[in-house]
């Protein structure tokens, strides 16, 4: 990956002119925006009080004005904005545009709800899965409905910046849409340079503009000085302001962020998951392999299968094994524990993009659901029916616990998939920390070993 420097600026920079921004003939060609027909809800994730709407505000009535929902995930509560101030405290300071927020939202969005996180300000960058989980805790399982509003991931502030890639790894792991805005790029960046291919502009009515302007003046902290005393100055200056009195919002539709949690996790642990010492995990190796119809297989496929505990049990009932997994470190881990097993085969895949030929006699999907998405997951279920032959049989295998940053649980996903899937649930075992639900025929079930 090509490091890109993040752009050296100041607040109190003159900055670059509106009139320079208004004068490029790119707008010309910019394409036009306007709320998905799919969406019902918008969630705005803003790193400091302010951020939602300056860059979105106008969006937020709009969608307000459509009956489409709106919430605002307030990362920081925006303390930081006037470090030497001597005559408001940083509390005192945060509880000021937190409720400045609240007063905005209330007049863009009357009954959206904000949804106070309450991380550091200005240390965004080390609070990275805390932001991913609140913003996919936020957006849930209706992440097709979800339009997901956040900072550009390149628009220059540390905060901004991380805040932009927690969303864009919450859209993927939630499938929600995903809309970046631009803040501070107005003020650093030539316009010669900016990134227009990946602009899109939304046009604003005039009373939604007349919504925002209100909106936008009820951020006295950053607009008006706090005193006259030195370090209370106003932070934001009428040129920075004058980039979102625009009659249109501009946002950056740039694809979604590659999420790399799987891989740090194997990266950082040779058994992230303790599955080769803990009782707990073998005892469920032990239950999946117990409930498996038939003593021997012909062909066997295991989707996730981590450092290969699993797969090292299933081995010894399948004539051939294919092993996936879309972790780079945890394929080679697999690799090595299962070198020893030459009809056993550890491919890198992210599924079900990404596709082993042939039909398959079992399909174990064991603590792997949840790490997909609803859509994904759906999309895995018919895969894997599609895949099998004849008589074949589906084994799911599930922590019921909440797993923090995704949005789905073990019971729901057996759930989904039993609701995508046409084959009867042979098998069904609960308990408190997990569930197994063995799928297949009847036939198949009573099929004695030959």
């Known amino acids: 990956m090509v490091s890109v420097a993040r752009p050296v600026f100041a607040h109190t920079d003159p900055g670059t002119p509106e009139e320079d921004w208004r004068a490029r003939p790119e707008w010309g060609s910019a394409r036009p925006l306007a709320l998905p027909d799919h969406v019902r809800r918008v969630v705005v994730v803003a790193p400091h009080p302010d951020d939602e709407t300056l860059a979105a ?6 969608a307000h004005a459509a009956g489409v929902a709106v919430d605002v995930v307030l990362l920081t509560d925006g303390e930081q904005s006037h470090p030497r101030s001597v005559t408001v405290t940083p509390l005192e300071l945060a509880a000021r545009r937190v409720e400045e927020s609240r007063a905005a939202l209330s007049v863009l969005a009357p009954g ?17 899965e805390a932001m991913v989980a609140e913003v996919v805790r936020v957006v849930g399982e ?4 979800t339009l997901l509003v956040a900072p550009w991931r390149r628009d220059g502030h540390s905060d901004h910046d991380a805040a932009g890639l927690a969303a864009g790894i919450a859209a993927r792991r939630t499938d929600a849409t995903l809309w970046e805005y631009p803040v501070w790029l107005w003020h650093w960046c030539d316009p010669a340079d900016a990134p227009w291919p990946s602009l899109r502009v939304l046009p604003l009515g005039e009373e939604v503009r007349r919504a925002k302007a209100r909106a936008v003046a009820l951020h006295r902290t950053q607009l008006e000085p706090l005193s006259p005393s030195p370090g209370d100055e106003a932070l934001l200056h009428d040129g920075f302001i004058a980039h979102f009195e625009r009659a249109t919002e501009t946002f950056v539709l740039a694809g979604l962020p590659l999420d790399h949690a799987l891989d740090r996790v194997h990266e950082d642990s040779e058994d992230p998951w303790q599955v080769r010492s803990s009782w707990y995990e073998e005892r469920k190796r032990a239950v999946t392999l117990a409930a498996l ?20 049990a299933l081995a010894a009932r399948c004539r051939e094994l294919v092993v996936v997994d879309e972790s780079r470190a945890a394929v080679h881990a697999a690799r090595e524990a299962l070198d020893a097993h030459d009809h056993v085969a550890v491919l890198r895949h992210s599924v079900p993009e990404e596709w082993p030929p042939g039909l398959f006699d079992v399909v174990v999907v064991s603590e792997v659901g949840y790490f997909l998405g609803p859509v994904r997951l759906r999309r895995l279920a018919r895969q894997v029916e599609a895949c099998l032959a004849e008589e074949g049989v589906v084994v799911l295998c599930h922590w019921r616990h909440h797993a923090v940053g995704w949005p ?10 039993r609701s995508e899937s046409t084959l009867p649930v042979a098998v069904s075992h609960v308990e408190e920390d997990f569930r197994l639900e063995v799928l297949t025929s009847t036939k198949a079930h009573r099929q004695a070993d030959s």
């Open 57 to 62: 505000g106008g969006l937020m009535a709009t």
């Open 112 to 128: 959206a709800r904000l949804h106070r996180v309450g991380l550091p300000d200005g240390a965004l960058d080390e609070h990275a």
């Open 142 to 145: 209706a992440g097709q409905e």
């Open 293 to 312: 119809p038939r003593r021997s297989f012909g062909r066997g496929l295991e989707i996730g299968g981590s450092v290969g505990a699993l797969a090292d």
């Open 408 to 417: 789905l649980d073990g019971d729901r996903v057996h759930e989904i998939w």
